[in-house]
């Protein structure tokens, strides 16, 4: 199973959480960040897509479980961007991985 981070959490969920009530399951993680913290919702509404380290989801926290998710990979998506440069956010979401989250 792959788990969306930015769908779980816009959900209201944490995914350690949903790690840890199903270890093992997610071969997948979708890495996908948010600029804004809000009360759940459940509609797909997509204005709130955010480079991998420049939101508010926890990154770090979510790659030191991944073990305990069965983790084998780690997907990056920029389906969308605040000011319409998908390969900029890209570039944000590499660096942000390789020099604040995964060292």
């Not at 709130?48 to 030191?64: Q, S, Y």
């Not at 990979?73 to 390969?87: A, K, L, P, T």
């Given at each position: ?52 380290g ?26 969308q961007?605040r ?21």
């Amino acid at each position: 199973m792959e788990l969306d981070t930015f769908w779980a959490t816009k959900a209201g969920h944490n995914p350690v959480d949903i790690f840890k009530k199903y270890p093992g399951r997610f071969h997948l993680i979708h890495l996908k960040d948010m600029y804004k913290n809000e009360a759940p919702f459940f509609e797909v509404i997509k204005d709130d897509i955010a480079p991998v380290g420049a939101g508010v989801i926890n990154f770090k926290e979510i790659i030191a479980n991944k073990d305990i998710a069965g983790t084998k990979y780690m997907i990056v998506e920029q389906d969308q961007s605040r000011d319409g440069n998908i390969i900029t956010d890209i570039q944000t979401s590499i660096t942000n991985l390789t020099t604040k989250i995964l060292v």
